[in-house]
């Protein structure tokens, strides 16, 4: 898993000799190819035709921000705070030319309620190929890094494998799952490449973006999603500022968090923390009835309340949030 980034080549190979049926294989012929094509069609220039068939890293691509607006509000149930500070941090970061750093997200909340369907989503819209693009990198704690006693090779092999992927394609975007399962030594091997450095090495990371998932400080969110339900208030009248110092200094304070005293924090490298809110009933609802739409389903309500109903709720007294947001809708679906 950690050679060194492909540029796509191989997919464009193989796109341009289905399509012309050319029986050569080096890249020399089918450059011409390109370059014939290219001339035909007149108005497309080389890299524009080649960027149909490969995957091309576009550093100064624009965010669609407008669409990625109305994908979040379409699709992201119950969470106008990640919404409202994911748009405004990636719109800041895209528009920006000469950004100082990397732009680094936090984002932090209770399992099922969206953290990695957004990190996704947000992927989709900078690489259009989303996760499996040659330019996002997803790493999972338990999978990629779970043995303590290799920190060490941990550490060379995330610096090797970023630096690597930045000189590849300046606006990579690297995403690291389970946060709250990582030991903060590994974070700490990419520490130089989230400051304020124009370059460490020769490589300029300023226009890579690291996002971090984590629980941990789910409790906290939950805490005062809590309050406001319990005093009566809307969930949308829960604003950023009621969670953002708690949330960092929680987050900081928590020996789980993969962040802790990794430096990232007191060193103010993390951009923003967003937190996602615990999911209530009527949003486990609508992750269902998603997920017939995606399916291709009719909606029936009787199975939509029928599936909602078995999932379990909390605290005791109440049973307003999803103990596991919407992560089981899709497997109790099948049942139904
Ligand atoms: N807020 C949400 N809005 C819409 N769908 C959601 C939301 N939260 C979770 N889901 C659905 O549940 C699945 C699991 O959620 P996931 O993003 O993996 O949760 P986590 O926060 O633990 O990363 C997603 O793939 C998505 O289909
Ligand atoms: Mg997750």
Same mark, same amino acid.
């Given at each position: ?18 399509? $012309?049926? !050319? ?6 012929? !089918? ?34 921000? =407008? ?13 106008? &705070?990640?919404?409202? !500070?994911?748009?405004?941090? /990636? ?6 030319? *000469? ?7 936090? /984002? ?5 309620? +969206?953290?990695?369907?957004? =990190? ?7 690489? @259009?190929? +989303? &996760?499996?693009? *040659? ?7 338990? &999978?990629?890094?779970? $043995? ?18 930045? @000189? ?46 984590? *629980?941990?400080? +789910? #409790? ?16 949308? #009248? ?10 960092? !200094?929680?987050?900081? *304070?928590?020996? $789980? @968090? ?7 924090? #007191? ?28 399916? +291709? =389903? ?10 909602? %109903? %078995? ?5 005791? =007294?109440?049973?307003?949030? @999803? ?14």
């Amino acid at each position: 898993m950690w050679r060194a980034a492909r540029l796509g080549r191989g997919v464009a190979l193989g796109l341009l000799l289905t399509v $012309h049926a !050319v029986a050569a294989f080096e890249p020399m012929t !089918v450059g011409i190819a390109i370059g014939a094509a290219s001339a035909l069609t007149g108005y497309l220039s080389y890299k524009d035709l080649y960027c149909r068939f490969a995957e091309c890293c576009r550093e100064e691509q624009r965010l669609n921000a =407008s669409a990625l607006k109305l994908e979040l509000e379409k699709k992201l149930f119950g969470q106008h &705070l990640a919404t409202e !500070v994911i748009l405004k941090a /990636l719109t800041g970061f895209k528009n920006n030319k *000469n950004p100082k750093k990397p732009l680094t997200l936090s /984002l932090h909340g209770w399992a099922g309620t +969206g953290k990695n369907f957004v =990190s996704q989503i947000v992927a989709e819209n900078l690489h @259009s190929k +989303g &996760l499996k693009s *040659n330019f996002v990198h997803l790493f999972v704690s338990t &999978l990629h890094f779970p $043995h303590e006693q290799q920190i060490k090779l941990y550490q060379d092999q995330l610096q090797g494998w970023i630096r690597g992927n930045v @000189s590849a394609c300046a606006s990579s975007v690297f995403i690291f799952d389970e946060m709250d399962k990582l030991h903060p030594g590994v974070i700490d091997a990419i520490k130089p490449f989230l400051d304020y450095y124009e370059q460490v090495d020769g490589v300029s990371y300023r226009k890579a973006i690291f996002i971090f998932l984590s *629980n941990a400080g +789910g #409790d906290l969110i939950t805490k005062i999603a809590l309050d406001f339900w319990r005093a009566g208030r809307k969930r949308e #009248d829960i604003q950023l500022k009621d969670l953002e110092p708690v949330l960092s !200094v929680g987050v900081f *304070n928590n020996k $789980h @968090s993969g962040l802790w005293h990794s430096g990232l924090i #007191d060193r103010n490298l993390i951009d923003y923390f967003i937190p996602f809110l615990p999911l209530e009933y009527r949003h486990v609802k609508m992750c269902i009835r998603a997920e017939m739409r995606a399916r +291709g =389903s009719v909606i029936d309500e009787d199975i939509v309340t029928r599936v909602a %109903e %078995e999932m379990t709720f909390f605290p005791k =007294s109440e049973k307003i949030y @999803s103990d596991k947001g919407c992560k089981t809708v899709q497997s109790r679906l099948d049942f139904h």
